[in-house]
């Protein structure tokens, strides 16, 4: 008999909503930072990010690296359909807004490519949509996020 593990997501990953976007918009682009922003477009549904629809965002400052992705990150799209992008060398350094969280790994024993290809499916996101909160546009909560057993 195969011994099933269960683990919390927030257990495995720090768990961190992308940056609000217009808090950090630079009044002047001649004195900004460039940044490859994702967007909803870019995001396709297969989990892919094509670098052809991010698009740019210009800073007043240096941004946190931490709203950068980073090699091994997942980035989760909090409204529907939810969809998840494991991101590699190809995919470091796109600033992530605030209709994205970031899943970084907090332990190496996990493979979060898999992880990224599982968060992915259809059974993940109906349960995800089932959680979500709101009527406008609801999303799913980064504290539901953290309790989501896998």
């Known amino acids: 008999?195969?011994?099933?593990?269960i683990v919390k997501l927030g257990e495995i990953a720090e768990i961190k909503t992308g940056l609000v976007l217009n808090r950090k918009?630079?009044?002047?682009?001649?004195?900004s930072f460039k940044y490859n922003t994702l967007t909803l477009k870019s995001l396709k549904k297969?989990?892919?990010i094509n670098a052809d629809e991010l698009e740019d965002f210009f800073s007043g400052e240096t941004l946190n690296d931490s709203y950068l992705t980073h090699t091994n990150d997942i980035v989760l799209r909090l409204s529907e359909p939810n969809t998840v992008a494991y991101i590699s060398d190809k995919t470091k350094n796109i600033l992530v807004p605030s209709q994205f969280c970031i899943l970084r790994r907090k332990n190496h024993e996990f493979n979060?490519?898999?992880?990224?290809?599982y968060l992915n499916s259809e059974a993940v996101k109906n349960?995800?949509?089932?959680s979500?909160?709101?009527?406008?546009?609801p999303i799913v909560t980064t504290g539901y996020l953290n309790e989501f057993s896998i």
């Open 127 to 130: 349960q995800l949509k089932k």
């Open 112 to 117: 979060f490519e898999f992880l990224a290809w």
């Open 132 to 137: 979500s909160i709101g009527s406008t546009l």
């Open 46 to 48: 297969n989990g892919f």
């Open 25 to 31: 918009k630079a009044l002047n682009k001649e004195k």
């Open 1 to 5: 008999m195969t011994k099933r593990y």
